[in-house]
């Protein structure tokens, strides 16, 4: 069974940093897309932030750009997203997302494996 482990949510007050981990239990996740998602209370979870199996490329949603980075570990098993600037929109849980295929999808739809999430509440 695949599994991917999100930690590093917590409550931080706005304009701080936080940064989120995801382990995933299998090597073979070394060359899949991963991607965080987030999903804040009465709302569908929405995109933040894709990367490809290299770590080469990179997508945002636009409500992150230039406030939060994805990347990729060493090992390429491990994503991490650096979140600064942090506003208090941006409280939601957080779920780390990976699929096989090769494009950096932003559906929902396309991720096939998921983390059980971790909540990110920023405070005004």
């Known amino acids: 069974q695949v599994q991917l482990v999100e930690s590093g949510g917590g409550l931080v007050q706005a304009g701080g940093s936080l940064r989120l981990s995801c382990a995933a239990s299998?090597?073979?996740?070394?060359?899949?897309?991963m991607a965080w998602f987030r999903q804040a209370p009465g709302k569908e979870r929405e995109f933040v932030a894709a990367?490809?199996?290299?770590?080469?490329?990179?997508d945002y949603a636009n409500a992150v750009k230039g406030r939060f980075t994805i990347s990729r570990g060493n090992a390429k098993n491990t994503v991490y997203l650096q979140m600064n600037s942090l506003k208090p929109e941006d409280t939601a849980v957080y779920y780390c997302?990976?699929?096989?295929?090769?494009?950096?999808?932003?559906?929902?739809?396309?991720?096939?494996?998921w983390g059980q999430g971790t909540q990110v509440t920023v405070s005004s």
């Open positions: 990367i490809s199996g290299s770590g080469g490329i990179t």
């Open positions: 299998r090597r073979t996740f070394v060359n899949y897309v």
């Open positions: 997302a990976g699929h096989a295929a090769g494009t950096l999808a932003t559906s929902r739809y396309d991720y096939n494996y």
